[in-house]
T-cell receptor, first 111, second 114 residues
Framework: QKEVEQDPGPLSVPEGAIVSLNCTYSNSAFQYFMWYRQYSRKGPELLMYTYSSGNKEDGRFTAQVDKSSKYISLFIRDSQPSDSATYLCAMSGDNAGKSTFGDGTTLTVKP | DTAVSQTPKYLVTQMGNDKSIKCEQNLGHDTMYWYKQDSKKFLKIMFSYNNKELIINETVPNRFSPKSPDKAHLNLHINSLELGDSAVYFC?????????????FGPGTRLTVL
């Protein structure tokens, strides 16, 4: 069983929809939770990170962490075609330099 | 200016060959990484160097050898290439190792082994 499982997708939504991307994990030592966005044929870029449980909002993006359920989510409000990309969750313990990534969910937002 | 650059961008080679991928970062970061991303988008760390010292060495065949001549460069040499080595290899850097320090990724090197 993988340490990090991500909803596989692909996901296709109309412009303006609310998108929910989810990951579960098994390692209770994880404390840092990150979401990366990767456009086609580009390197991943950090979108958001959260330490421990709670919510974090940045514009149209909200990251949620529920450590008791070992479940994290990324919500995208008012999705745009420019949000079309692969989203990777990542998490780590004390040593955040060593992150474990999910397999990624490919999102397409149709105009 | 590109923060993290990799060369070459594409590499097509025959099984059994030896090849190198170069990475340079101009961000003044202390830590650099190599990741492998397979065709299913699974991203896995291979190596990490902090101040030219190897600190992460995941279970990677010893055909793969990283080399960090200075803090701004981390190269990856692969001996006796195999079909299963075909993937996209990403270099990344971060200011420090640990905490929530943001990792900046390069554009990737798409390796195809025939």
């Amino acid at each position: 069983q993988k340490e990090v499982e991500q909803d596989p997708g692909p996901l296709s939504v109309p412009e303006g929809a609310i998108v929910s991307l989810n990951c579960t994990y098994s390692n209770s030592a994880f404390q840092y939770f990150m979401w990366y966005r990767q456009y086609s044929r580009k390197g991943p870029e950090l979108l958001m990170y959260t330490y421990s449980s709670g919510n974090k909002e940045d514009g149209r993006f909200t990251a949620q962490v529920d450590k008791s359920s070992k479940y994290i989510s990324l919500f995208i409000r008012d999705s745009q075609p420019s949000d079309s990309a692969t989203y990777l969750c990542a998490m780590s313990g004390d040593n955040a330099g060593k992150s474990t990534f999910g397999d990624g969910t490919t999102l397409t937002v149709k105009p | 200016d590109t923060a993290v650059s990799q060369t070459p961008k594409y590499l097509v080679t025959q099984m059994g060959n030896d090849k190198s991928i170069k990475c340079e970062q101009n961000l003044g970061h202390d830590t650099m990484y190599w990741y492998k991303q397979d065709s299913k988008k699974f991203l896995k760390i291979m190596f990490s160097y902090n101040n030219k010292e190897l600190i992460i060495n995941e279970t990677v065949p010893n055909r793969f050898s990283p080399k960090s001549p200075d803090k701004a460069h981390l190269n990856l040499h692969i001996n006796s290439l195999e079909l299963g080595d075909s993937a996209v290899y990403f270099c990344a850097s971060s200011q420090f190792f640990g905490g929530t320090d943001t990792q900046y990724f390069g554009p990737g090197t798409r390796l195809t082994v025939l």
